[in-house]
């Protein structure tokens, strides 16, 4: 045998264990999802899902994503979350209303929890400390969707001045916005009657009729992950049964709704990804300041408007964000 040969392949040999021993040595952390009403394949998840690939967690290599949904189902969303808690991942991220948070809140204090809150206050909740510091184990994105009611019933009648009536669609998960958009619906002279859904799966078809045959000129949908997890068969009902819709968020214009004022829920979800990938890399989430959508942005479909027959103002127009044409 060539003795230089022999010698590179003896080095070589006794070169491996010191290089691998010099490697640290590698986990796959857990990031554990609870959704109160989406699937995993839904934009939202698939954007959160993105947003890690593109920080350096891909799921299948150095992370594994355990996802888990309540399908809508209120009651179950404590018994998902203590399950992930008892798989014992190391980053939990939780999303919907309160109910979402609170079940996280009880299953653990110690595993890093990263929120999507909508509509409550988590501070006088006794979730966090404040904004800028929330202590404990939680962080990331909140917004009030009741703020924004009064602006959508206002950009509502501006697109339809002559409307008197209006239906506010809701469900369980929205009931404390309820109020607060009847109350913004009587300053605006505006009837408005309340309309609750009512078990799952939801008949939005025998809804919505019923509201087409009491008069009804218009529909504010409050904020529900439910309906925006049907956001395309609700745009499809709501056309059928010829009603206007105003809704909470641009995804669902995109699904086919007339109108809507309110954040991108996409971005959102990145931006939650943002904050498991920081905690991952170890910040405490009692030292990551909670943030909060500051634009919010009017979208409307003239494809939609079209097939009912309205034509909206040039004027508010120019005011959308986004037509869809």
């Known amino acids: 045998m060539d003795r230089r040969a022999f010698l590179a392949g003896a080095a070589a040999l006794l070169a491996a264990p010191l290089a691998v021993e010099g490697q640290p040595a590698t986990r796959r952390v857990r ?25 350096g967690y891909v799921d299948g290599q150095n992370v594994a994503i355990e996802f888990r949904s309540a399908g809508g189902d209120l009651a179950q969303i404590p018994t998902l979350t203590k399950e992930l808690v008892g798989l014992g991942v190391d980053v939990l991220l939780t999303a919907g209303g309160e109910v979402s948070i609170r079940a996280a809140k009880e299953a653990t204090s110690t595993i890093p929890v990263v929120m999507v809150a909508v509509d409550f206050d988590p501070i006088a909740s006794g979730y966090v ?59 605006l002279h505006l009837q408005a009657q309340s309309i609750k859904l009512g078990q799952l799966p939801y008949d939005y078809e025998g809804t919505l009729k019923m509201a087409a045959r009491g008069r009804i000129e218009a529909v504010l949908v409050l904020t529900s992950p439910v309906i925006f997890r049907d956001r395309v068969r609700f745009a499809s009902v709501a056309l059928q049964s010829r009603l206007p819709t105003m809704l909470p968020f641009p995804e669902n214009v995109e699904a086919g709704g007339l109108m809507s004022y309110g954040p991108n829920l996409t971005a959102l979800f990145r931006l939650a990804a943002e904050y498991v990938g920081k905690i991952l890399k170890g910040a405490k989430p009692a030292d990551l300041p909670i943030e909060h959508p500051s634009k919010f942005d009017m979208v409307i479909n003239l494809k939609t408007a079209k097939a009912l027959g309205l034509t909206i103002p040039p004027s508010l127009l120019l005011q959308a964000d986004r037509v869809i044409e």
């Open 129 to 187: 400390s404040s904004l800028a510091h929330p202590g404990g184990n939680m962080t990331g994105v909140i917004f009030q969707e009741t703020g924004l009611t009064a602006k959508r019933l206002a950009v509502l009648t501006q697109a339809l001045p002559k409307i008197t009536r209006i239906a506010v669609l809701w469900d369980t998960y929205a009931e404390n916005q309820v109020s607060v958009a009847v109350e913004a619906a009587r300053r």
């Open 31 to 55: 990031i554990g999802v609870c959704s109160a009403g989406q699937t995993r394949s839904s934009p939202l998840y698939q954007a959160f899902e993105q947003q890690l690939r593109m920080l």
